[in-house]
Nanobody, 116 residues
Framework: QVQLVESGGALVQAGGSLRLSCAASGSRFMFSINDMAWYRQAPGKEREWVATITTRTSTYYRDSVKGRFTISRDYAKNGFYLQMNSLKPEDTGIYFC????????WGQGTQVTVSS
């Protein structure tokens, strides 16, 4: 069973940047042949979709992060990332990665806290 592990979260000031990474443990999993997405869950709120990258490298973002976040994958490293710039306090939450289709069980996520 594949387990996705998120990392890179931290406490940053508003306006700062972070780069989140998603790695796969367990069975061999290729990010490049799956539509992948990042999600986040703010305290007391439902998990929400943040961004998607398709197998054809088309990218989609929720309106509130457009122009600030960049979703990407590294074929050589079999990596999957979310670059977050110009962070705002409302970006605070636990960030998760997962497949778009037939998602795996959710991992622990990585905590992002943006202070004002």
């Amino acid at each position: 069973q594949v387990q996705l592990v998120e990392s890179g979260g931290a406490l940053v000031q508003a306006g700062g940047s972070l780069r989140l990474s998603c790695a796969a443990s367990g069975s061999r999993f290729m990010f490049s042949i799956n539509d992948m997405a990042w999600y986040r869950q703010a305290p007391g709120k439902e998990r929400e979709w943040v961004a998607t990258i398709t197998t054809r490298t088309s990218t989609y973002y929720r309106d509130s992060v457009k122009g600030r976040f960049t979703i990407s994958r590294d074929y050589a490293k079999n990596g999957f990332y979310l670059q977050m710039n110009s962070l705002k306090p409302e970006d605070t939450g636990i960030y998760f990665c997962n497949k778009v289709n037939s998602p795996f069980p959710w991992g622990q996520g990585t905590q992002v806290t943006v202070s004002s």
